[in-house]
């Protein structure tokens, strides 16, 4: 008697194991059916099916290409068939929304960035609805095979329900927001975090590419951290990211909005960091910032030419990250250290600080080859969204949609 779960069970093998041949064969194509095999470890008969229902729906299609230092007739190789397959990717900003039209292959077709205004007399789904629809309207020429629509946004989220409980900037309460658009537009909808996102993005095509163990913090108007362990993002499916920027670091420091005192965001925040450097310029006279003005882009430009206020600055800042970055390193054990901020142009002198906290405030055995660098994207645009896609391709989720028309 066959039980109850068990064709779901059955489903699952299906799916991870189309997951995993579609993922090797955009990897490594052209690939043989042959060395397809041996990488996926398994079976040529199961190869043979799952490639030829990828092929039957025009996802993967073969090739001929010559074998490395082989003579003769070329091989018949696999590739992942991407043109004419579509997803949406749209980032929810402050006072903007950006949305982007992309191939599977994440190549991009057209973006556009338009406002969002932060009150208005419509509900904010109604108005993200509308912007969409607006979207395809104006690139309908562009449009062919819509297969999914990926959405990143700031706020705490329940990924794995299409669900905002809350955002910055906007009025947000419980919000189902992917079952609303997956209603409405007839596709897959995948949520996530902005930061969780972006840390995907490295993974899959940045500066952490081929690293399975990863920190990735962001310094910006909000602090936070993604986490890539064991080549998974930890908390994808959950509630939050990693919440470092409330994370104390001055017991009697400034009142954060999430009601501590000196949590990291009240340290490293941009808006912090800013309002430090004004109170202190004014005690500063011969920093060259009095004649600049206060933002970061003087801010950084002031330290590298050696103005010692934006230094003190910038150092402040590295020492309180490295502190909660050194704690991270004695949990996750990383590879790396991934860095996205607008403070990245000071580089030079956050990096080395950071890092020297770590090395001296972590496990000499976790930390001895640890890098720190600068993240390959930043997060305005859509490229974060686009892992989301990539990654339910790769886990079978979005590919067993696809070929089940």
């Known amino acids: 008697m066959i039980g109850h779960g068990q064709p779901g069970h059955i489903d699952q093998i299906k799916q991870t194991n189309a997951g995993v041949v579609y993922r090797l064969i955009d990897s490594f194509g052209p690939i043989s059916r042959i060395a397809l095999s041996k990488e996926a470890r398994l079976a040529p008969a199961s190869i043979t099916k799952i490639v030829r229902e990828l092929v039957e729906a025009h996802l993967v299609a073969e090739t001929e290409y010559q074998e490395n230092g082989l003579r003769g ?29 992309r191939e599977l292959s994440s190549h991009l077709i ?18 993200l609805i509308q912007t969409i629809d607006q979207f395809f309207i104006r690139h309908q020429s562009l449009l062919e095979r819509l297969t999914a629509i990926a959405v990143t946004l700031p706020g705490i989220i329940d990924a794995s329900a299409g669900m905002v409980h809350r955002m ?11 079952p609303a658009l997956s209603e409405h537009i007839g596709v897959p909808v995948y949520l996530q975090h902005d930061i969780c996102a972006w840390t995907m993005a490295e993974a899959l095509y940045g500066a952490a590419r081929g690293c399975n163990d990863v920190i990735q913090i962001v310094i910006d108007h909000n602090v936070g951290a993604g986490v890539i362990t064991g080549g998974t993002l930890l908390h994808g499916g959950s509630r939050s990211l990693v919440e470092i920027g409330h994370t104390q670091v001055e017991p009697y420091g400034k009142r954060c909005y999430c009601g501590n005192r000196g949590c990291l965001e009240t340290v490293a925040g941009i808006e912090s960091i800013l309002d430090l450097t004004r109170q202190r310029l004014a005690l500063n006279m011969d920093s060259a910032l009095n004649d600049t003005g206060v933002s970061v882009e003087s801010l950084c430009a002031a330290a590298n030419a050696g103005d010692t206020l934006a230094r003190d600055i910038i150092v402040g800042i590295g020492n309180s990250v490295g502190r909660i970055l050194a704690i ?10 991934l860095v996205g901020s607008p403070l990245n142009p000071a580089s030079d002198i956050l990096f080395p600080v950071i890092l020297s906290n770590i090395r001296q405030q972590s496990l000499p055995d976790y930390s001895k080859n640890i890098t ?5 994207f930043m997060n305005q645009g859509t490229m974060p969204g686009a892992a989301l896609v990539k990654d339910a391709l790769y886990d079978g989720s979005l590919l067993l949609k696809l070929l089940q028309g």
């Open 372 to 376: 720190v660098q600068a993240t390959r």
């Open 73 to 101: 007739r070329p091989a018949i190789g696999l590739v992942v068939e991407t043109q004419a397959w579509h997803f949406l990717s749209v980032r929810i900003g402050h006072g903007t929304i950006t949305l982007a039209l």
């Open 168 to 178: 910055p900037w906007y009025n947000v309460d419980n919000l189902s927001l992917g």
């Open 110 to 127: 057209v973006e556009d960035t338009v406002p969002l205004a932060a009150q208005a007399p419509e509900p904010l789904l109604v108005r």
């Open 328 to 337: 991270m390193v004695n949990l996750f054990n990383p590879e790396k250290i």
